[in-house]
Antibody
Framework: EEQLVESGGVVVQPGGSLRLSCAAS????????MHWVRQAPGKGLEWVSL????????YYADSVKGRFTISRDNSENSLYLQMSILRTEDTALYYC???????????WGQGTMVTVSS | DIVMTQTPLSSLVTLGQPASISCRSS???????????LSWLQQRPGQPPRLLIY???NRFSGVPDRFSGSGAGTDFTLQISRVEAEDVGVYYC?????????FGQGTKLEIK
């Protein structure tokens, strides 16, 4: 069974840093582009970032560009999101998702909650 | 950035009746390769999103055939032919034609 499990979400102060992880299993991780998508409490979905499967190109939402860095370790079947200069508006449930082809997000994790608060 | 606008934002539907959700993009979603990367996702209460439709009208594996997608260019529609109780949740359109990818605001579907 294809599965994604996110971890690393905690309560952090504004201006702080955090690294989220997403562990993949049940599929050949190296073959797939991966996304991070977030959802603020009671709000809709917001696309955050993507990393391609082949050459590791990265893309970001304007709201996180310059503060967040997506990366992957294919040997560990893991996806990461390094978050820095965190703001209260970054408070959200962060999901990782597998991209079957061009934005087709076929597998989602259960999410990990990040709360930015003093 | 491409803005995705969904209507209505909420819908109250009787069991067994049809439902329709519209999604309009601020720019054409036709990619340079000729494809249109518009997806529909469902999020049931307390659950992660789930892919329903990709590339405008293709149902993902395991999605009931009462769900269908249509549209072109900037105007797209998700239709549910006969709403069932398990369809309660929020529905999102999403474009992946251009970076950054963007979602619609979501449409909450409730049963009357």
């Amino acid at each position: 069974e294809e599965q994604l499990v996110e971890s690393g979400g905690v309560v952090v102060q504004p201006g702080g840093s955090l690294r989220l992880s997403c562990a993949a299993s049940g599929f050949t991780f190296d073959d797939y582009t991966m996304h991070w998508v977030r959802q603020a409490p009671g709000k809709g979905l917001e696309w955050v970032s993507l990393i391609t499967w082949d050459d590791g190109r990265t893309y970001y939402a304007d709201s996180v560009k310059g503060r967040f860095t997506i990366s992957r370790d294919n040997s560990e079947n893991s996806l990461y999101l390094q978050m820095s200069i965190l703001r209260t508006e970054d408070t959200a449930l962060y999901y990782c998702a597998k991209d079957e082809w061009h934005g087709m997000m076929t597998v989602w994790g259960q999410g990990t909650m990040v709360t930015v608060s003093s | 950035d491409i803005v995705m606008t969904q209507t209505p934002l909420s819908s109250l539907v009787t069991l067994g009746q049809p439902a329709s959700i519209s999604c309009r993009s601020s720019q054409s979603l036709v990619h340079s390769d000729g494809n249109t990367f518009l997806s529909w996702l469902q999020q049931r209460p307390g659950q992660p999103p789930r892919l329903l439709i990709y590339k405008v009208s293709n149902r993902f594996s395991g999605v009931p055939d009462r769900f269908s997608g249509s549209g072109a260019g900037t105007d797209f529609t998700l239709q549910i032919s006969r709403v069932e109780a398990e369809d309660v949740g929020v529905y999102y359109c999403m474009q992946a034609t251009q970076f950054p990818h963007t979602f619609g605001q979501g449409t909450k579907l409730e049963i009357k």
